[in-house]
């Protein structure tokens, strides 16, 4: 009987494209990247952009925009890139001008203001909407060269899925990949730590 000790080569080759999810290998270094799930709104020849969906922010939305009262979705860290910045996905369609579709009913972006009308007459639930503070952002040819190097998985997303993500959806993730990735969720996170 062979026994594959390498648990960390990526052995499915799915292309990155907007709408896909990266699953960051156990290792991955780094405060934004380690163990992440990370949306990709965007990917051409120029660069990639996407949205970590497992890293809260310290702070409330509430904190930081005066939202309609009983709409508390929580605020997650979009990335190291425009820290100072917001962000939002969303499922709302045309309902938000200028919104970007990443795949099916799931957006990006759009008209804040007209977001902020939504919420404030009820046209807008806190599961339809995830906020971001700060974006992830790869330089052409940077995000296909991290995945060449077994930094990412690169895995199909369920836009449900995507909209409910919370700090365990890297565990999610890979349990959802199966095969030989379900084991990176036993490794610990410092090995040097046992």
């Known amino acids: 009987m062979k026994i594959d000790f390498d648990f960390f080569k990526i052995q499915r080759k799915l292309a990155p494209q907007k709408g896909r999810i990266l699953i960051s290998e156990p290792f991955l270094p ?4 380690s163990r992440s799930t990370v ?9 990639a ?3 970590i969906l497992n890293k809260p922010f310290e702070a409330q939305i509430n904190e930081l925009f005066v939202m309609a009262s009983g ?7 979009g990335g190291p890139v425009s820290g100072d910045n ?5 499922t709302l369609g045309d ?6 579709q990443v795949q099916d009913q799931l957006y990006w972006g759009g008209d804040f203001e007209a977001l902020k ?9 806190p599961d339809q909407v995830k906020f971001f503070v700060g974006y992830s952002g790869w330089s052409p040819g940077q995000l296909d060269r991290e995945i060449a190097q077994n930094s990412w998985l690169v895995l199909e997303a369920d836009p449900e ?20 990735y379900e084991t990176w969720k036993n490794f610990p996170e410092d090995p040097t730590s046992n």
């Open 30 to 33: 780094g405060n934004f990247f």
């Open 39 to 47: 949306l990709l709104v965007e990917y051409s020849s120029t660069g």
């Open 49 to 51: 952009v996407g949205f």
């Open 71 to 77: 709409f508390t979705p929580e605020l997650f860290v």
């Open 86 to 90: 917001l962000f939002f996905i969303h």
């Open 95 to 100: 309902q938000i001008e200028g919104s970007i």
């Open 117 to 125: 009308l939504a919420i404030a007459t009820g046209k807008a639930r």
């Open 161 to 180: 899925l995507v909209m409910k993500s919370d700090r365990n959806f890297w565990l999610e993730s890979v349990k959802n990949a199966g095969g030989h």
